[in-house]
């Protein structure tokens, strides 16, 4: 066995809920009348909701009233999320042949504990995983890489000793930094330069990066 555990982000990576995030953060820029300013929702990718509430301040502090801003775009997601909750291709099944072959699966996410575990269930995968450590778990968030040590310990092994999966920036330093070998799925943004330079594998797919460290047959 190469891995004692496989570590996986969440939002992104397993479900395909950045979208539907951008989606309605920009109708909510609409609803107050902004425009071109995306670049602010990418900057808060892979954060912790205190940390992107920083970055929000910071883009769009001087233009909207932050919590009136923020209620608006939660509700617009909740309703979006109501309906439906997609999956990432290959997460399933990439789950179900880990859960067959016994290795245990954490996922290490950004978002709090309880809404990670609740939108895991709708989308049918929170039975295919042995536990979760969400962002209000920890006292760093990514790129720190204390979401990713807490994973491993939670399934009684050590990060070096996993590999880990990620679509963003900062969940891809934090993983690398744990120790874990880590594979890169990108989703809404390709890794910046720094990023690609720490030398981890970046994959079209997660089934595809699977194979490339030798996880998964293929």
């Not at 504990?113 to 006292?139: F, N, P, R």
């Not at 092994?157 to 880590?182: I, K, L, N």
Request: proline residues 4%.
């Amino acid at each position: 066995m190469l891995y004692e555990a496989v570590l996986f982000d969440m939002d992104g990576l397993l479900l395909d809920t950045e979208r539907q995030y951008l989606g309605t953060f920009i109708a909510t820029c609409e609803s107050f009348g902004v425009s071109g300013v995306e670049q602010v929702y990418y900057d808060c990718i892979g954060l912790r909701l205190v940390d992107s509430q920083k970055v929000l301040q910071k883009g769009l502090g001087h233009l909207v009233d932050l919590a009136s801003f923020t209620d608006t775009w939660d509700a617009l997601t909740l309703e979006a999320r109501s309906k439906d909750i997609p999956v990432k291709t290959g997460a399933k099944e990439l789950l179900g042949q880990l859960a067959d072959a016994g290795i245990p699966c954490v996922v290490a996410t950004s978002t709090g504990t309880e809404k990670a575990i609740h939108h895991l269930k709708k989308a049918g995968l929170y039975e295919l995983i042995s536990g979760v450590v969400g962002g209000d778990q920890v006292s760093s968030g990514k790129p720190n890489p204390e979401v990713y040590l807490r994973a491993a310990i939670l399934v009684g092994t050590r990060a070096p000793y996993c590999a880990a999966f990620e679509d963003s920036d900062p969940g891809a330093r934090a993983a690398h930094a744990s120790g874990a070998t880590t594979v890169q799925v990108p989703d809404l943004k390709y890794p910046s330069d720094d990023t690609c330079a720490l030398g981890h594998v970046i994959a079209q797919d997660l089934l595809s990066g699977a194979r490339q460290i030798g996880l998964i047959d293929g």
